[in-house]
């Protein structure tokens, strides 16, 4: 089945250190997202592109940075970890062509900064 | 940006029961109206979407409504079961940008 698969599942690390989530995607969609969940705030958008060279900024993008490697991949990293981007992290993909308002989300990441 | 406010935070019921969470927006320019559920463990799914052209749909047991001059539309399940139990997010969308979500409804099927 077509799939977005995110990596890893789980990780703790310390404050300070830089660490990278990984997602790619066989679906064959053009457009992928990074949205962080936290208790009680719903789903807050870090970054998005909407294909290969598109780049773009959400609400909380800062501490973040993000690759998008090929339409079928698109990274996310913490430069400098924080405690407070404690957090559980997705991925979505969605298809400019047809419903592309329609999101599709990997299983998550989630991320522990001790 | 949009602003988007979902009520209630929780919800209990019990099974057989109705349940309808109300999610309100800011954007006029609003055109696309999804509720998302997501179980534990999962990431968010759309489960139904209206566009502002209807009123209302409906998908079996679920519905969603749209009141675009109020600008607030609301998902409505019925005959509740205990596998409804999740977390339910609307994301009201312009077409401009990726989606807004709101805070999400913890609903609990008590059986």
């Known amino acids: 089945d077509a799939d977005v698969t995110q990596t890893p599942r789980n990780r703790i690390t310390k404050t300070g250190k830089r660490i990278m989530l990984e997602c790619s995607q066989t679906?064959?969609?053009?457009?992928m997202y990074w949205y962080r969940q936290d208790p009680g705030l719903g789903l807050r958008l870090i970054y998005y592109s909407f294909d290969v060279k598109d780049i773009n900024k959400g609400e909380i993008s800062d501490g973040y940075s993000v690759s998008r490697q090929a339409q079928a991949k698109f990274s996310l990293s913490l430069e400098s970890a924080i405690p407070n981007q404690t957090a559980l992290y997705f991925c979505?993909?969605?298809?400019?062509?047809?419903?592309?308002?329609?999101?599709?989300f990997g299983s998550g990441t989630q991320l522990s900064v001790l | 940006g949009e602003n988007v406010e979902q009520h209630p935070s929780t919800l209990s019921v019990q099974e057989g029961d109705s349940a309808v969470i109300k999610c309100t927006y800011s954007?006029?320019?609003?055109?696309?109206f999804p509720w998302y559920k997501q179980e534990l463990g999962k990431g968010p799914q759309l489960i139904i979407d209206i566009r502002s052209n209807v009123g209302e749909k409906k998908d079996q047991r679920i519905a969603v409504t749209l009141n675009k001059t109020a600008k607030h539309f609301s998902l409505h399940i019925t005959e509740t079961q205990p596998e409804d139990s999740a977390v339910y997010f609307c994301a009201p969308d312009t077409g401009r940008r990726a989606l807004t979500f709101g805070s999400g409804t913890r609903l609990q099927v008590q059986p």
């Open positions: 979505a993909t969605s298809d400019s062509g047809t419903g592309k308002e329609k999101l599709f």
């Open positions: 954007d006029s320019a609003s055109n696309y």
């Open positions: 679906k064959g969609h053009d457009r």
